[in-house]
């Protein structure tokens, strides 16, 4: 069984920054893509930032300059830094993650419970 618990949301002014952490726990052999997902209020989860297994990182281009994604292996852990927060980014972040939970090396993806950022203007 795997568990994803996220941590770092909150409210914050616009041009502010938060921190965003998502650990993984449980039997873990690997982690493959780890991710971040926005879901605006009203609207679908769409994809913001992913970083893989060798930390090549890609972003929406409505957070490029202002979001950095990274990753520390050993505490299976993925993090989203934000800055230049704005009102739009409001809404609740999930993290996405590919995860190997068996020697035979299957992967399996697993979403957190999401934290919610609210910025206001």
């Known amino acids: 069984q795997v568990q994803l618990v996220e941590s770092g949301g909150g409210l914050v002014q616009a041009g502010g920054s938060l921190r965003l952490s998502c650990a993984a726990s449980g039997t873990i052999f690997g982690i493959n893509t780890m991710s971040w997902y926005h879901q605006a209020p009203g609207k679908q989860r769409e994809l913001v930032a992913i970083?893989?297994?060798?930390?090549?990182?890609d972003y929406a281009d409505s957070v490029k300059g202002r979001f950095t994604i990274s990753r520390d292996n050993a505490k299976n852990t993925v993090y989203l830094q934000m800055n230049s927060l704005k009102p739009e980014d409001t809404g609740v972040y999930y993290c996405?993650?590919?995860?190997?939970?068996?020697?035979?090396?299957?992967?399996?993806?697993?979403w957190g419970q999401g934290t919610q950022v609210t910025v206001s203007s």
């Open positions: 970083i893989d297994a060798n930390s090549g990182t």
């Open positions: 996405y993650n590919q995860i190997q939970t068996t020697i035979s090396g299957r992967l399996y993806y697993y």
